[in-house]
């Protein structure tokens, strides 16, 4: 067993060679795909369509090749079809389902999907936390951005941290700022650009000094979406270290470690494929493809082979921090790439750019999308009016300037307050693709 | 052999009247207020594998760890969703698709939120068993025929919910001893806290209902004032 001192939670499975890690998979594999089909309609249907069995599956490479895929359409298709709530997903008579959660509804409608109150992203985060600096008996600040999922109280249950508890709203900085001085948490948890925004307006307010405040804190776990440049540079000077983290395809959590060299997927818990957007072809690493996911952990989460919409660029290699699973980079939603004269263009092709401006540092920003290619990357950004020091023209000229320079592609910029853009929800969760 | 030091299972919040204060819990204090909602709850009489809304802030774990707890052991489903105004889609989704009997959390920025969303909260908690969370919710929905309307809140570092029967809070008051000071309601721990809560405000007005329950539950009742 690891002791405090180690890098790793657990290091046997963290660092378990990957032959070890397939072999588990598959041991772990053919009970799940039994409960799927068992206990979800959903998987049971789709199964029955591409006229394959779970007894039919004898190894991964059997699953890889043989096994179907499904994504949310699939999921909101049955709801609407079957009269079904959970989507196929589960039966709501099942005695061993207890919650049901949503997904945020970035892609659409939100999608539930259910959940057990011991789940593997409870295990993943642990392992993460470990990995960021959480011991046995130090305290964590907890500002989960949502109760949506409701409580998951057992990251710290396997770390032995005590989670102090705030809701993820800047007006609550003053008190957090009181119990990081009180308790000396050693983890914070979660950091967003909202709550970075709002931490920079407050230290300048106040003049609490950052690195004196944030001294006890070792880790900081930030999501939501990608870190900008500026917010780096910022967190750095104030003497915080930055993990960000993701979804794992709502299997589960992928978060970064002390290397900061992409998203580690615990893959005893789920398999990780790349697949062409298109088809079910592999992408090999490095290359963007689609994230599919299945998992192994929470059989009441029938996700067999499901496609998360998410681009990302796979890399199975050793990471320098040791940990043989899988790690990723995002590039972004399939359903968010757009064509411009024949140039694949993502939001976080954009974002930092827009960024980089005082006017609209809060990147705020939709791509206007009014055909399936455009000849034109139409942008509506959003902008701070109080913050402009020359004609609103002028800035949406800059703006067009940057991103031109940086896509090469011809640029068009309609400028419109942010708070018009924040009445389409949170900043993280505006929809950066729109219809013209 | 040293004597051991008991960590809380988390840290959550309070409210006195006039400043928030830190409430840790521990696994014990945890499981006795799971015991108390489950007593509750039970007043109601629901079948089992009943839906059960939730909405509540991601701090309000003084509240939400014992009632979902609660909700899981008596063998229903648990649904989430924010308390904001943002969150009105969600909570008619979860109304409309899975029908839940029950919804606790129910606040002013949610009733908002629906509104603003074009969704009657009428119709929308029409035949269900509605706790509110906070005055101005319940003060919108009393007096909507079909809405079994009740309170579910902290009165301090209490947690307290309102039975089948109504016309007060229930607070475990194995765990905790109620005051009435005038006419706000003080709140002192009895088993045994770290740290100490002794006879705190509540900034909440109102009074101690000691009498037999037609629930069958014999802890006191907390009535508001508003």
Same mark, same amino acid.
Do not use: C, S
């Given at each position: 067993m690891a002791s405090t001192n180690s890098r790793y939670l657990n290091e046997h499975v963290e660092t378990m060679p990957r032959e070890q890690i397939h072999q588990l998979q598959e041991h772990k594999l053919g009970a799940i795909l039994d409960y799927a089909c068992e206990r979800s309609p959903l998987i049971a249907s789709v199964w029955e369509k591409a006229g394959i069995k779970p007894g039919d599956i004898s190894s991964l490479e059997d699953f890889a090749a043989r096994a179907p895929c499904f994504d949310k359409d699939d999921i909101r298709a049955f709801r609407d079809t079957h009269n079904d709530p959970t989507g196929g997903l589960a039966r709501l008579s099942d005695i061993d389902l207890n919650k049901i959660a949503t997904t945020s509804g970035t892609t659409g409608d939100p999608t539930p999907f259910p959940i057990r109150v011991r789940a593997s992203s409870d295990e993943g985060y642990a392992r993460d936390f470990w990995e960021m600096g959480a011991r046995p008996g130090e305290y964590a600040i907890l500002a989960t951005f949502t109760f949506r999922i409701g409580i998951g109280n057992h990251p710290f249950i396997n770390t032995g941290a005590v989670p102090i508890l705030f809701r993820h709203d800047p007006h609550q900085i003053p008190r957090m700022a009181d119990a990081i001085r009180k308790f000396k948490p050693t983890l914070f948890s979660l950091m967003s650009t909202p709550m970075l925004l709002g931490f920079e307006k407050w230290f300048k307010e106040s003049g609490v000094d950052p690195r004196e405040l944030f001294a006890p804190i070792k880790g900081v776990l930030y999501g939501g979406e990608a870190l900008s440049p500026r917010l780096k540079a910022m967190t750095d000077r104030w003497g915080l270290e930055l993990f960000e983290t993701t979804s794992f395809g709502d299997v589960m959590s992928a978060t970064e470690c002390r290397d900061h060299s992409g998203f580690h997927a615990f893959e005893d818990m789920a398999i990780a494929e790349c697949l062409d957007p298109n088809g079910n072809t592999p992408v090999a690493d490095g290359e963007v493809g689609e994230l599919v996911v299945t998992t192994l952990a929470n059989p009441e989460v029938p996700f067999i082979r499901f496609r998360t919409d998410d681009l990302v660029v796979m890399n199975r290699e050793t990471c320098p921090c040791g940990r043989t699973h899988a790690r990723f980079h995002i590039r972004g939603r399939k359903g968010d790439q757009i064509k411009v004269q024949g140039k694949l263009i993502l939001p976080l092709d954009i974002r930092f750019a827009i960024e980089s401006e005082p006017e609209t540092q809060g990147g705020l920003f939709q791509i206007i999308k009014s055909a399936s290619e455009m000849d034109v990357l139409r942008l509506r950004v959003g902008h701070n009016p109080d913050a402009l020091t020359t004609s609103s023209s002028e800035l949406a000229g800059r703006i067009e300037s940057i991103v031109n320079n940086l896509l090469d592609v011809p640029v068009q910029v309609e400028l419109t307050p942010d708070s018009e853009l924040l009445k389409l929800g949170p900043p993280h969760k505006i929809p950066r693709v729109t219809k013209a | 052999m040293s004597i051991p030091q008991f960590l809380p299972h988390f840290v959550g919040h309070y409210w006195d009247g006039a400043d928030w204060n830190y409430l840790p819990m521990t696994h014990r204090e945890v499981e006795r207020a799971v015991l108390t909602n489950i007593r509750v709850m039970d007043t109601f009489r629901h079948p089992t594998r009943s839906g059960v809304l939730v909405i509540a802030c991601f701090d309000d774990w003084a509240l939400t760890i014992p009632l979902e707890e609660a909700v899981i052991r008596s063998k229903n489903i648990v649904y989430n969703a924010d308390d904001s105004p943002f969150e009105a889609n969600r909570i008619e989704a979860f109304l409309r698709r899975f029908n839940p009997p029950m919804v606790f959390g129910v606040s002013e920025g949610v009733l908002q939120g629906l509104q603003t969303m074009g969704h009657s909260a009428a119709e929308l908690f029409a035949g269900r068993t509605v706790w509110c969370r906070d005055p101005a919710a319940y003060r919108q929905l009393a007096g909507v025929p079909e809405i079994r309307l009740r309170r579910w809140q902290q009165i301090g570092p209490a947690a307290a919910m309102e039975c089948v029967a109504g016309g007060g809070l229930h607070v475990d008051a194995e765990e905790w001893l109620l005051e009435e000071d005038n006419g706000e309601i003080l709140v002192t721990n009895r088993?045994?806290?770290?740290p100490e809560i002794t006879r705190? #405000? #509540?900034g909440l007005k109102g009074s101690i209902d000691t009498r037999c329950c037609p629930c069958g539950i014999s802890n006191p009742k907390v009535v508001l004032a508003d």
């Open positions: - | 088993l045994g806290r770290f705190v #405000t #509540t």
